[in-house]
């Protein structure tokens, strides 16, 4: 008889129980940070010396992002692909944030470069966490 993680004699280990973990976490976290982005774009502008033009879109782009991850992290059987993209999105949102930091795009405060890097650690760790599924859920 069999089962959707193989056979009733043999089952196989889910190996995407962390993973669908994780995508929801950053997904959900995503989320909120992208609503306070949103909500608190004006007030802010003046500690961090970010910008309602940068930090309106962030928002947004925030939202789409973790509707993504929802969405991913309900699929039945998590496609590889997928979760490869979200691994490239994370790595690529630390380089940016990193950049943002680093250089004068955008007239940070000394509050608003410390907002940066530790968004970037944690796009980092979120990465690195999904990175380790991926290949968990490769190599079953």
Not at 99 to 107: K, N, S
Request: include cysteine.
């Amino acid at each position: 008889m069999s089962t959707p993680t193989g056979t009733a004699r043999h089952p196989q280990a889910d190996t995407t129980g962390p993973l669908r973990t994780i995508l929801r976490i950053d997904g959900w976290s995503t989320a909120v940070f992208g609503v306070v982005m949103l909500a608190a774009a004006q007030p802010l502008s003046g500690p961090l010396g970010l910008p309602t033009a940068w930090s309106i879109p962030f928002g947004v782009a925030m939202l789409g992002g973790a509707a993504a991850l929802g969405l991913i992290a309900a699929h039945p059987r998590i496609p590889a692909r997928y979760v490869a993209f979200v691994v490239a999105g994370n790595a690529l949102s630390c380089v940016a944030l990193l950049v943002l930091a680093f250089t004068e795009v955008i007239p940070l405060t000394g509050l608003g470069v410390a907002f940066m890097l530790a968004g970037a650690l944690v796009v980092a760790v979120y990465a690195g966490l999904e990175l380790a599924g991926l290949r968990r859920l490769k190599a079953g």
